[in-house]
């Protein structure tokens, strides 16, 4: 059974009825983790919850979602009245967010931390040790949550990510758990995706300082039949950014996203974003390890089940 409160700006409490109908969707990092549902209302506390600003969920006292109340509406009828609402995970106060351009000397965790995190009240779980990047620069206009990426991933290659509390976790040691799944676990579906639509067959890259221009293809899709080239300039500078505008690069960033597996499993909770999963199916026949990108629990009138998305 989901149950959940609000939290007013100021930090009152609003307890909600059990939730009817619900959908949480965990992702982790973006797009962010995304909750909507629905239960009885009978009243009486309205002023309080037009002052609400958070939302948490819990199920058997574990906790589910911690994010930001996006819309609520009340409605009364023949059954009387009920409340729905919608939230997002607090990744959301990051991609709201513009950052001011900045420059900086050497920019460590801590400033990055410091400067694009902190200041939205983000609890921050576990930062690992990660390079201090010389020369990081933020371009005004970007969201905090591109310059966080930016910092981590792109020259850490550490994916940041958000627990079901809100917190951050920039950690390279962070992994998730590795779960099976089996004919055992009771999957009621299983999809195979491969999605060719925006794979790169090939980049050229074109160095207009030295005047001169590279091809990298992907071979595998190229003997697909896959053509879709892309150019790109070179930067002037070098280090880290001429080695983001690389060819190979560029074309496994491009084909992150072909493959996916989905499974279907009922209940309302089987894993995180962050987890792997090695699957084991005798029909259909598949194996394999795979990481866990998205979940999403829907409790409807058919009952619960989560959807496990794979990659």
């Not at 409340?83 to 900086?104: F, I, K, P």
């Not at 039949?225 to 983001?244: C, D, I, Q, S, Y």
Request: net charge neutral.
């Amino acid at each position: 059974m989901m149950t959940g409160y609000l939290l007013t700006a100021d930090g009152r409490r609003v307890e909600l009825p059990p939730f009817s109908a619900w959908e949480l969707r965990r992702t982790g990092s973006v797009p962010c983790d995304s909750f909507e549902g629905s239960c009885p209302w009978e009243g009486g506390v309205e002023p309080l919850l037009a002052q609400a600003s958070r939302v948490i969920l819990e199920e058997e006292g574990a906790r589910r979602f911690t994010g930001v109340l996006d819309e609520y509406e009340l409605s009364w009828g023949e059954k009387g009245g009920r409340l729905t609402l919608s939230g997002r995970g607090l990744a959301a106060l990051l991609l709201d967010n513009e950052a001011a351009g900045q420059d900086y000397q050497v920019a460590t965790l801590a400033d990055i931390l410091r400067d694009h995190v902190e200041p939205y009240g983000i609890p921050v779980g576990r930062a690992g040790s990660l390079p201090a990047v010389p020369g990081f620069s933020v371009a005004s206009g970007a969201s905090e949550w591109q310059v966080v990426n930016s910092f981590a991933h792109y020259h850490a290659g550490v994916r940041p990510r958000f627990d079901a509390w809100g917190s951050l976790t920039v950690d390279p040691g962070a992994a998730g758990r590795l779960l099976t799944v089996d004919d055992r676990t009771g999957v009621t579906e299983v999809v195979w995706r491969d999605r060719r639509y925006g794979v790169c067959s090939e980049i050229l890259l074109w160095d207009r300082k030295a005047g001169v221009s590279r091809r990298v293809v992907n071979e595998g899709f190229a003997r697909q039949g896959g053509r879709r080239r892309k150019v790109m300039v070179l930067p002037g500078k070098g280090g880290f950014e001429a080695a983001r505008y690389s060819g190979q690069f560029q074309l496994d960033r491009s084909a992150e996203e072909r493959q996916r597996v989905e499974l279907t499993v009922p209940g309302s909770y089987f894993c995180e974003p962050g987890d792997r999963l090695s699957v084991c199916l005798t029909r259909p026949a598949l194996r394999g390890t795979w990481e866990v990108l998205e979940t999403r629990a829907v409790m409807d009138e058919r009952g619960c089940r989560v959807k496990v998305t794979l990659g």
